[in-house]
DNA sequence: GATGGTTAGATAGTGACACTCTCCAAGGAA
DNA sequence: TTCCTTGGAGAGTGTCACTATCTAACCATC
């Protein structure tokens, strides 16, 4: 299909697509002519990954370039492509090593993370992990604001998230093929966290209600 | 203390300071002079809480201002405040009611939760709420990816939701006045909203690692 | 009582980001 | 032949969160 067939059959503007064909995050069509270009089913489905996981997501377009060519790199077995392409989101930085809370939040995060079992390898250490950083980024700034997020107060959220991560793999492992499963990983990781949010929001208005509202 | 004294104990640049006293999310100091105010330990809890809220909860600066003026309206009782100050961060826009894929979400998303028995008053009907609204277009989302998203699926994320929700209105419960408690609440929702993304990312590495790599 | 350094407040500018517009030459259709 | 469309490239747009500059007033010091 042409460009504007694309276009049509996605619901997102020609110039938008061709900027995301500039960036790279869609592989160039088939030309067929110096000035005609030929697109399948595959770039309709990238492209509508591409909008679920900018807008849906709001991952900005540079890092969704980076999680896109994780998902392609054929040199990675199927374990790291995941943790690659989930690297490549955006993360906070290193925090500074001398701030007092930033140490607080470490001990408390590491806590955590060690009363859960959770393990990790030589080539993978938890410093080296993105989310590692932005969760420590976060607890030190509610630490900051003088809240309670001790490993007494976070323990509860780690295993909610633990279940959490067993109900997303099981929907991984519907998918068959190591590709599907890789793009499922992705797509599920980065779009359910608008769904996560939202019932956890809906279900404060409701636990609000239960404890505060006199019937 | 001066607007220096201020930026020096925040960490907060003057002139971003500066810009938040015109935007209207810190209240003005108390002018000494025509020239110089004075700024208490309020303005500073109050500059932190800004800067959370922006920084790591990335909310929009208007949206900031909308929240924070919820937290001092006085005219409205302990949970419409707290749903109110919620309601004021950024949500999705109403669906069209002719998308076949908005309405399939709509039908899962009522499911789970009348499947979960969260019930929704007269004043407080589920369609006015933006989490609600934000929730049916993440959903709406994936289903038109081609990922699934039925009521079979979004129930243990509801139930993981409601756990949740219940440990953060334990940590509310904590504070004794209810300004304290509707400040906390806000903190706490928005700011663990990267804790809970990070520790399931964490927690996921961890499935993938148990799944998929053979030791 | 001149002087140098601050201060609050206003205005304009910056850089990042995600598009979006405008133009161009090459194709294809009437 | 004429007109419209296409893909591609560069420049422009709107938004957002600051940030730099300026100005007049103020305070402390010499």
Not at 131 to 136: E, G, I, N, R, V
Not at 167 to 175: A, F, G, K, P, S
Not at 201 to 212: D, G
């Amino acid at each position: 299909m042409r460009l504007a067939e694309l276009s049509e059959r996605s619901g997102v503007a020609a110039a938008t697509i061709k900027y995301y064909l500039r960036e790279g995050l869609l592989p160039p069509g088939d030309r067929v002519t110096a000035t005609q270009a030929d697109y399948g089913t595959a770039h309709l489905q990238r492209l509508k990954l591409v909008r679920a996981l900018i807008q849906v997501g709001r991952v900005p377009v540079a890092a969704a370039k980076d999680v896109l060519a994780a998902l392609e790199d054929d040199s990675l077995d199927h374990h790291a492509r995941l943790g690659v392409a989930v690297e490549a989101l955006p993360n906070a930085p290193e925090p500074d090593p001398d701030d007092p809370y930033a140490q607080a939040a470490r001990a408390s995060v590491d806590a955590v993370i060690d009363g859960l079992g959770w393990q990790y390898g030589g080539s993978d250490p938890r410093g080296s992990s993105g989310a590692y950083l932005t969760l420590l980024a976060a607890v030190t700034a509610l630490a900051r604001l003088g809240y309670p997020c001790g490993a007494e107060e976070l323990a509860p959220y780690a295993r909610a998230a633990a279940q959490t991560a067993v109900t997303d793999l099981d929907l991984v492992e519907r998918y068959e093929s190591p590709a599907e499963q890789v793009e499922a990983a992705v797509a599920l990781t980065v779009l359910y966290e608008p769904v996560l949010l939202s019932l956890r929001r809906l279900a404060q208005a409701q636990e609000s209600a239960r404890r505060f509202v006199r019937p």
